[in-house]
């Protein structure tokens, strides 16, 4: 359950102060399926880098699973981050010189889970995402679908309340893109709240709520038809 | 992340760039293993010294004329000075006990020749016990006759190279040879023996004193050689030989006697001294090697800045990034370390074979030092690339920026 209140995030931008969050306040439900859109510098990224936290709030609250995380010092964001919040990224983000296994078991190493726990966890994450027979490779013999598969698996693999997905089809041709949606939507389903940035009007309509951002405020809120 | 997931990850990382790492190794391990080589070299230099005096025995007192400060320097000549003379030998040998051999020795350079041939040589004025004094052998012939001291026999002991070079294959016993304007009969040929205390002993002639002193008009000697019976009784000699001197030269202590004990600790303090500077001079290229890994390990944070913010995102905390990062530069080090002290011990080891004489061995001081030394630079110049790598942006940093 996320809930945002009030929400501001100002940057200092030499003596110009931007304005890239305004009064945003948002319910996400446990289990929700939300696009944020809007043109670029509308401040959706910023918005999800506040919902991950990674960046801060100027003002205004943040809550997360009943917990006020957004004033939160960064070693306490870290291990926010680390239990609950799982990334996807539009670029992958996989370690080149780490196997595809070794890349979904990262987060656990860096959580100091034991090592037997992290071969079922990784065997089970790999398989979700039905690429079991590629553990050993590295991320320059996968594809892209296939490396975007690993970082879905490596987002899951720490079991976090929610998945946000930062134009996680942007990199990709249209048929892998839509396997990885529908990969996405299989885990929400499953019961994973799901965030997803994109520019696609395709992707996002697929989604149970969009989220339109316009200069830092919230345009429309609520369902796509 | 426990030790061994962050020395997988760090070995990982420093794998990925094998070319980098090994560079960078290298040079750390050419900081340590100078370091190892050249401290091993001074203290072998320290041991050659040592082991030149001790040929000589322990148990060896060395007269010169003049008042020192018995640093075991370069005597500094100071006051009147009386010759010392025969006399001064014989009433040595005659009134302190404990001397088991004496040999006065006079030194002086002149023109030898033999038939045609000429050579510019040291001569060295002195007794027959100077032959176990100074521990040497007669290869063929015989040494000087023991006779009187002031009768000058014109005979003479040459050295192999004077030998070799005067008369070539002929035989040189019972052969006349020129001596500056005097002639002498050669007696006998030392046994090859080389370098020993800075003087070649092979190319030298040995005649009587009383001929040398002579044939240079010197009034004094240069050295007496004592030998005392036993190690423990030197100081007491000593003094024995300084009192005896100074009633001979009318109550004035204007000799100075030197024991080998003095002589070889001057000795190793300046060479001590010497392993220090070398180890001072191998310290600077360890703390290049350390700036090197610096360098490294900035390129690799700048490098790897997107996986940096990727780490943050997976929920890595500052500290946890700062730790990977340092890890990394210690083991760079530590291996070159490692490194670097097997080739220290290696070039030690094939030192001391190419020249037997010279016991390279690496002082364990020098070697634990460079140890901590390479761990300490790795930690130290790694310290300031991992806080980069720590304090990034997780956001710039995953849009590699």
Same mark, same amino acid.
């Given at each position: ?5 009030? &929400?501001?995030?100002?940057f ?26 809007? =043109? ?16 801060? =709030?100027?003002?205004?609250s ?37 196997? *595809? ?5 990262? =987060? ?13 966890r990784?065997?089970?994450? &790999?398989?979700?995402?039905g690429?079991? @027979?590629? *553990?050993?490779?590295? =991320?320059?013999?996968l ?19 929610i &998945? ?26 499953e ?5 997803v ?17 316009? @200069?830092g405020r919230? *345009? ?6 | 992340?426990? !030790?061994l ?33 050249l401290?091993?070299l001074?203290?072998?230099a ?7 005096? $001790?040929?000589l025995?322990?148990?060896?007192l060395?007269? $010169? ?11 500094i ?24 051999? %004496?040999a +006065?020795l ?25 032959? +176990?004094?100074?521990h ?5 012939g ?15 002991v ?24 005097w ?6 040929? %030392?046994?090859?023996?080389?370098q ?7 190319? /030298?002639v ?12 010197? +009034? ?21 030989v ?11 202590e204007?000799v ?39 360098n490294?390990?900035? /390129? ?9 913010? $990727? ?9 946890q990034?700062?730790?990977?990062? %340092? ?5 760079l080090?530590?291996?070159g370390?490692?490194?670097? %002290?097997?080739?220290?011990? $290696? ?7 190419l ?7 690496? +002082? ?21 690339? !991992? ?7 997780p ?7």
């Open positions: 359950m996320i809930e945002l209140r009030d &929400l501001t995030r100002h200092q931008v030499g003596d110009q102060t931007v304005r890239a969050l305004q009064d945003v306040s948002l319910t996400i439900t446990d289990g929700d399926y939300l696009a944020l859109m809007g =043109p670029s510098g509308s401040g959706k990224s910023t918005l999800l880098h506040i919902l991950g936290c990674l960046d801060r =709030p100027t003002s205004g943040y809550m997360l699973d009943g917990r006020e995380v957004g004033s939160l010092p960064e070693s306490d964001l870290a291990a926010v981050r680390s239990h609950k919040i799982g990334f996807v990224f539009q670029f992958f983000h996989l370690v080149p010189r780490l196997t *595809a296994a070794e890349n979904v078991e990262l =987060p656990m190493v860096l959580a100091g889970v034991r090592p037997a726990e992290r071969r079922t990784v065997t089970r994450a &790999l398989s979700a995402v690429l079991t @027979d590629r *553990a050993a490779h590295r =991320p320059d013999q594809s892209g679908g296939q490396r975007q598969r690993v970082a879905i698996a490596r987002a899951t693999v720490m079991g976090p309340s &998945l946000l997905a930062d134009e996680p089809t942007g990199n990709l041709d249209r048929a892998s893109g839509s396997e990885i949606i529908e990969l996405l939507e299989r885990m929400n389903r019961g994973l709240t799901l965030v940035v994109t520019h696609d009007p395709e992707v996002g309509g697929r989604a149970r709520h969009i989220l339109k951002l316009v @200069d919230i *345009a429309t809120d609520g369902r796509p038809r | 992340m426990s !030790a997931d962050l020395l997988g990850f760090a070995w990982r990382a420093l794998r990925g760039h094998r070319l980098r790492s090994s560079l960078t190794l290298l040079g750390m391990s050419i900081g340590v293993g100078a370091v190892v080589l401290t091993a001074g203290e072998g320290r041991g050659y010294v040592t082991n030149e005096f $001790l040929a025995g322990s148990n060896l060395i007269v $010169l004329p003049g008042r020192t400060e018995t640093t075991g320097n370069a005597p000549i100071g006051g009147t000075v009386r010759p010392m003379t025969l006399e001064d030998c014989e009433a040595i040998r005659r009134r302190v006990g404990r001397v088991r051999r %004496l +006065p006079s030194v002086g350079s002149a023109r030898v020749g033999y038939g045609e041939k000429r050579r510019e040589v040291t001569v060295l004025g002195s007794t027959p016990e100077l032959l +176990p004094v100074r040497l052998e007669i290869g063929i015989r040494f000087l006759p023991d006779v009187d001291l002031d009768r000058g026999a014109p005979v003479a040459i050295g192999r190279t004077v030998q070799s070079e005067l008369f070539g294959s002929e035989n040189p016993l019972g052969q006349p040879i020129r001596i500056g304007d002639r002498f009969r050669v007696v006998g040929v %030392l046994a090859a023996k080389g020993s205390l800075g003087l070649n002993m092979d190319d /030298v040995i005649v009587p004193v009383t001929s040398s002193m002579r044939l240079f008009n010197q +009034p004094s000697l240069f050295r007496i050689l004592i030998e005392v019976g036993a190690h423990a009784e030197i100081d007491q000699a000593r003094r024995e300084l009192n005896v001197l100074k009633e001979r030269h009318e109550g004035e204007d100075t006697v030197l024991t080998q004990d003095a002589v070889l600790g001057a000795f190793n303090r300046i060479l001590g001294a010497l392993t220090l500077a070398l180890a001072g001079i191998a310290a600077i290229s360890l703390s290049v090697a350390g700036i090197g890994i610096m490294v390990m900035l /390129v690799s944070v700048s490098e790897r800045t997107p996986e940096v913010g $990727l780490l943050k995102a997976l929920g890595a905390p500052p500290r990034i700062l730790r990977v990062f %340092l890890v990394e530069a210690v083991m080090s530590a291996a370390g490692l490194l670097g %002290l097997l080739i220290g011990y $290696l070039g030690a080891s094939i030192l001391s074979r020249f037997p004489a010279l016991p390279a061995h690496p +002082p364990i001081w020098a070697v634990l030092g460079a140890c901590v030394l390479s761990l300490g630079a790795g930690g130290l110049f790694g310290v300031l690339p !991992a806080r980069r790598a720590a304090r990034l942006d956001i710039l940093a995953l849009a590699g920026r």
